[in-house]
């Protein structure tokens, strides 16, 4: 039996979406629920972060209780991005990922800006969308080197397409991310900076 020219490109465009979710039900999505797990733990380290700082401004603490929560926190801030302005986090996180995406021999195709968003009193999360070409194997091993990265990162959002529907032999896929970052507020810093001696003296009238 002979098919038509539509037919074939029908067949072959069913081909093609059943060996992607093939891939993706039995390799990708056990991968990203492992990540569901790692930003359940990204959120805790949050919280405890939030806590150490505290603990550190609590008048009552004892010497022993402080020098372990200065301990634990300059561990845990070293995940932190460098830097605490908007910009250059943004500028920061979006170098990191690039250069993961490239180490893995993925095709980097572009970038996306996302407004940072504060996650606490201290700090906030620095987020960027990145579009990326490769296949299946290099696309699990890029969110395998982000969730072992020495920066705290995470993968919000996953988007996976064919490169090219109805050909089977294609291998490649198209994926877009929302990766996400942790940085101090800006403001936070501000605040650090502004200790007795610098700030203002006010001065009443006729002294």
């Known amino acids: 039996m002979r098919f038509s020219t539509r037919e074939r490109w029908l067949i072959g465009s069913a081909l093609g979406v059943a060996l992607l979710y093939l891939a993706c039900e039995y390799y990708v999505f056990p991968v990203i629920d492992s990540l569901a797990e790692t930003r359940e733990k990204i959120a805790l380290d949050s919280k405890r972060l939030v ?26 801030e070293q995940g932190l991005l460098n830097n605490r302005s908007d910009a250059l986090a943004n500028a920061e996180i979006q170098g990191l990922v690039k250069g993961i995406a490239e180490a893995q021999g993925l095709t980097f195709r572009r970038t996306e800006l996302v407004p940072v968003r504060q996650i606490s009193p201290e700090y906030a999360r620095v987020p960027t969308r990145i579009e990326v070409i490769g296949s299946i194997d290099q696309l699990v091993q890029l969110l395998v080197r982000l969730g072992s990265a020495d920066k705290v990162l995470s993968v919000e959002e996953m988007r996976i397409n064919p490169v090219q529907l109805g050909n089977p032999k294609e291998k490649r896929v198209l994926a877009t991310l929302m990766v996400s970052g942790v940085k101090r507020l800006e403001s936070d810093a501000a605040a650090a900076a502004m200790t007795p001696q610098s700030a203002p003296q006010v001065r009443r009238a006729g002294s």
Not at 61 to 75: D, F, M, P, R, T
């Open 51 to 76: 806590n150490y700082r505290r603990l550190l401004l609590g008048q009552d603490s004892v010497q022993a209780a402080l020098g372990e929560a200065h301990k634990q926190l300059a561990i845990m």
